[in-house]
C-alpha cells in the first residue's frame, strides 16, 4: 500500500534552514508528481510545493517562493524541500503526498514537525 515517511523537521531560529525528506513506497515512484504540504493546529491542510514526475518545472505558494526548494530523487523514491529564510508561520507539520495542490491518496504520513521560534 502507498506509504510516505517524513523526516528532517525540527526546531530553528527565524532565517535559520532545514531540509526535510520524504520516502515514498507502494506505487511507481517516477510516474507521479509529488507535493508537500502543511497543516498547522486548527486549520486546513494546505499545498506548499509541487514537482512533476520527471522534476521539469515547479510550483509553490507565494508565501515561500523565493524560500523554499522542492527536489526529487526518482532512482530513492524520495522527495525534498529545502527551506531558507524561515519564518515563525512556517509552523506546521509537513507532509508530503502524491499529486500538484491536491493529493492524489487519502493515505497520510506522520509528517514531521517544522517549528520556527527565537
Known amino acids: 500500500q502507498v506509504r510516505f515517511v517524513e523526516s528532517g523537521g525540527g526546531l530553528v531560529q527565524p532565517g535559520g534552514s532545514l531540509r526535510l525528506s520524504c520516502v515514498a513506497s507502494g506505487f511507481t515512484f517516477s510516474n507521479n508528481a509529488m507535493s508537500w504540504y502543511r497543516q498547522t493546529p486548527g486549520k486546513e491542510r494546505e499545498w506548499v510545493a509541487g514537482i512533476p514526475s520527471l522534476g521539469s518545472w515547479r510550483n509553490y505558494i507565494d508565501s515561500v517562493k523565493g524560500r523554499f526548494t522542492i527536489s526529487r530523487d526518482n532512482a530513492k523514491n524520495m522527495v525534498y524541500l529545502q527551506m531558507n529564510s524561515l519564518k515563525p508561520e512556517d509552523t506546521a507539520v509537513y507532509y508530503c503526498?502524491?499529486?500538484?495542490?491536491?493529493?492524489?491518496?487519502?493515505?497520510w504520513g506522520q509528517g514531521t514537525q517544522v517549528t520556527v521560534s527565537s
Open positions: 503526498n502524491g499529486g500538484i495542490k491536491t493529493a492524489l491518496w487519502d493515505y
